[in-house]
């Protein structure tokens, strides 16, 4: 789906960037408490503050980057990501039982665990891509 029409403040952050690429990363709204808000998304206008949390990369001017470890990739989709920008880079923690504890105070949906030196694989969950969730839920794919 193209969704162009409807983030446009995110699609010319975007464009600012010089490099031809494709990112990995989601569009977050928040709520009036700082909280994101997937229900804010999904109900958003095309004026509406969003933010785009990029968090892997997997082409650079017509290289694939997929074969490189997550720590390699997150070095360049760093130096692609402006600085003052509704986009905004999403680093990795080391101490994945703190991120934890903090995303389960914050009440988020959950973390994603991510093994640094893990290639980019499309399509495909494995031991080195774990989604925890912070609570019991039921997920539909």
């Known amino acids: 789906m193209d969704y162009t ?3 446009p403040a995110v699609v010319n952050s975007l464009k600012k960037i010089k490099s031809d690429f494709v990112v990995d ?9 700082g909280r994101i808000s997937f229900d804010a998304v999904q109900g958003a206008n095309p004026q509406a503050p969003l933010t785009y949390y990029v968090f892997d990369v ?5 290289y694939s980057v997929m074969q490189l470890s997550l720590i ?7 130096s692609m990501v402006p600085i003052k920008s509704v986009i905004k880079f ?8 703190a991120l934890y504890e903090q995303a389960q105070k914050l009440q988020l949906e959950g973390i994603v665990a991510k093994n640094v030196d ?13 989604k925890i969730p912070t609570s019991k839920r039921q997920e539909i794919s």
């Open 5 to 7: 029409e409807r983030y």
């Open 25 to 33: 990363g989601e569009v977050v709204a928040f709520d009036e408490n």
């Open 58 to 62: 997997l082409w650079v001017n017509d």
């Open 72 to 78: 390699d990739r997150k070095r360049i989709l760093k």
């Open 90 to 97: 999403s680093d990795h923690f080391k101490d994945g039982i």
């Open 118 to 130: 893990s290639i980019y694989q499309l399509g495909k969950r494995g031991n080195n891509w774990l």
